[in-house]
């Protein structure tokens, strides 16, 4: 598929990754609708950050994912739909479980609907990787069995579901795009990047995390978004589904301690129990394959984890950008 040109719909595109992805988009000449959570002080999340050159060139639709009638009206016309609209907060879905299964597995079940009845020409569903739970073997790849270790992951690996069962059940062209673990500028608190930066960041001396032993598979942001594009443009993935990994892995320690050399030497890291997940819903271990999306598309990893740490370092040293976070709290 040659994706410059077209008319698309961001969902979630007032999010981390979903902003970036808009901005992208633009930059490709596409025509984008950028689908935003519906709030009364009309703000659409990191889109606002944009600059006003690309904000007079973005369709803004504010909305809510659970809500069919809006995503079918926000979604007729287009010919391609990039679905990001998710809670993603494992700590949250602990006790709100009920919202992840309206949000994410609904709010997919609205996106498939309306293009199945639009005939939309492809339809790109993002799962996470903690639909695979630890793994079981490494690197991961899309053949992993589904675990659900968290009320977030399973109400994942119902969207999931629900999306293959579309393109068996009425030949709908969707891919399931599933990213590792990103990280980069515009990242939530709740992240384990930002947590420890903006902590560090404002001369805290003590970095209060959880389980220090996790490993992650970390993406810089841009190279996720850029997977998101090249698995759209990649006729060959129709009906499947598909890592973005790096084919690496970091503890959460070792990460910190990367970062506390970077910005302060002196600082210590301090486990807090409250931060801590219940031991058989952690995911002790995410390392991606890359084989599949390296065969079938011409994604590249473009940035290494350093260089994209250093970025996002340089980001969120802007003192308008670390003002918008709460470092002295726990970020469910």
């Not at 990191?46 to 809500?67: H, N, Q, S, V, Y």
């Not at 001369?203 to 959880?210: A, D």
């Not at 302060?264 to 952690?282: D, F, G, M, T, V």
Request: charged share 25%; with cysteine; net charge negative.
């Amino acid at each position: 598929m040659i994706l410059n040109n077209k008319k698309v719909v961001v969902t979630g595109a007032d999010g981390f990754i979903g902003s970036h992805l808009t901005e992208a988009l633009l930059d490709m000449g596409c025509t984008v609708k950028a689908f935003v959570y519906y709030n009364s002080f009309n703000t659409w999340g990191w889109l606002d950050t944009l600059p006003k050159e690309k904000l007079d060139r973005l369709e803004i639709f504010a909305g809510d994912i659970r809500d069919s009638n809006g995503v079918r009206t926000a979604l007729k016309d287009a010919q391609v739909v990039f679905h990001l609209a998710a809670l993603i907060a494992i700590p949250f879905s602990y006790h709100s479980p009920e919202s992840y299964i309206d949000t994410n597995v609904k709010g997919t079940l609205n996106v498939l609907q309306a293009a199945r009845d639009f005939g939309i020409e492809k339809v790109l569903v993002t799962s996470t990787s903690e639909v695979y739970g630890t793994a079981q073997f490494v690197p991961i790849t899309e053949l992993h069995p589904r675990q659900p270790q968290s009320p977030y992951s399973a109400s994942k690996i119902g969207a999931d579901c629900i999306a293959e069962s579309f393109y068996r059940s009425f030949d709908l062209p969707v891919t399931i795009v599933r990213p590792f673990n990103t990280f980069g500028p515009r990242q939530s608190a709740r992240a384990v990047i930002p947590t420890i930066i903006t902590q560090l960041l404002n001369g805290v001396s003590e970095i209060k995390l959880g389980d220090l032993r996790p490993t992650r598979d970390l993406l810089f942001v841009k190279d996720t978004v850029n997977g998101f594009i090249e698995i759209a443009k990649s006729d060959a993935l129709m009906g499947e589904d598909c890592n973005i990994a790096t084919e690496s892995e970091i503890s959460v320690q070792d990460l910190a301690l990367e970062l506390i050399n970077q910005i302060n030497p002196e600082a210590r890291i301090l486990e807090e129990e409250q931060r801590i997940r219940p031991i058989k819903s952690e995911v002790f271990r995410l390392y991606g394959s890359k084989e599949k999306i390296s065969q079938l598309t011409e994604w590249k990893q473009q940035y290494s984890l350093a260089e994209g740490l250093r970025e996002t370092i340089k980001w969120f040293g802007i003192k308008d950008n670390l003002s918008k976070y709460k470092h002295d709290i726990y970020n469910l």
